[in-house]
């Protein structure tokens, strides 16, 4: 069925929505001078964010020996970088909203991403930890758009075939509906009003970053670098899908001029972090 991008975007607007608290914490971190106190008095005004952000903090993710008890130390002791991530982690994850096997393997394969490209990030010196970690987070939300959309069977035309084979979903969408997840993904966020740098790395992360040598794709090329090493190691695949060493060959990894020998490393640091991350959202 083809359906055009702002009709598929329109058509789940109400399904797949940014929270207008999330926006205005988010807009918070733009003023230079924002407190603590400020920040956490703007968090408190939704009770579940602000649950989150004590029990991600009090988690083995941080690894603090004390328990933290208010939301002021919990911003303290994790940092402005930190309380962002957790207030779109938390916003992304309603806006996955599991009610399925997809949904879930959706949102573990997004955070794990997350985790993947802050950790390539700070080898890399790309771009912010913060703003890395978002864009890893926000890479496949075009995706949750298109299986929200009712006149598709997604899940199975798509999400199923990509599932348990080395077929990527964006040319199956690409065959299926003449356009892919990351065009959906960047247009939703445009509409959302994300910072342009968000939206071209969600945008462009399927391109090909070799034959395109723009700096201003670095970002997309980050996303692209986490995604291909999140697919291998299995968090969104039926299993792992390549030797690990063979992320030195990836055309993002190249445009980047990152050549790791030993990946091991990084499988270790991404999967601890990305468990008890996915162990604190699901306790």
């Known amino acids: 069925m083809k359906i055009a991008i702002k009709e598929l975007v329109g058509n789940v ?19 230079d001078s924002l407190s603590t106190y400020q ?7 939704d009770p579940i964010l602000a649950a989150y952000i004590l029990k991600i903090s009090n988690s083995a993710f941080y690894g603090f020996k004390t328990k933290i008890k208010n939301l002021s130390d919990a911003i303290a002791l994790i940092g402005f970088e930190e309380v962002k991530k957790i207030v779109v982690m938390v916003s992304m994850k309603n806006a996955f909203s599991v009610s399925d096997e997809f949904d879930r393997i959706l949102w573990e394969h997004s955070l794990a991403v997350a985790v993947a490209a802050s950790e390539f990030n700070g080898r890399l010196k790309i771009t912010n930890d913060g703003s890395a970690y978002l864009m890893g987070l926000l890479h496949d939300i075009g995706k949750v758009v298109f299986k ?32 892919n997840h990351a065009d959906v993904g960047a247009y939703l966020l445009e509409t959302w009003n994300f910072d342009q740098d ?21 970002n997309a090329a980050l996303v692209s670098l986490a995604d291909y090493f999140v697919n291998m190691m299995g ?4 299993e792992p899908v390549k030797d690990l060493i063979l992320i030195n060959e990836s055309c993002s990894a190249k445009f980047l ?20 991350l996915k162990k604190a959202f699901e306790s």
């Open 257 to 276: 001029g990152y050549f790791n020998e030993n990946p091991i490393d990084i499988l270790n640091s991404v999967h601890m972090k990305y468990s008890e």
């Open 148 to 179: 929200k959309t009712k006149e598709l069977n997604y899940a199975d035309d798509v999400l199923r075939k990509a599932y348990e084979s080395n077929i990527s979903a964006k040319t199956i969408e690409e065959e299926e509906y003449g356009y």
């Open 39 to 45: 920040l956490s008095k703007a968090i408190s005004l």
């Open 198 to 218: 968000i939206v071209d790395a969600v945008g462009f992360h399927h391109i090909n970053f070799i034959a395109l040598k723009k700096d201003f794709l670095k």
């Open 235 to 238: 968090i969104g695949k039926k």
């Open 13 to 31: 607007s109400e399904g797949v929505s940014f929270p207008r608290i999330a926006v205005r914490i988010l807009r918070l971190f733009e003023d």
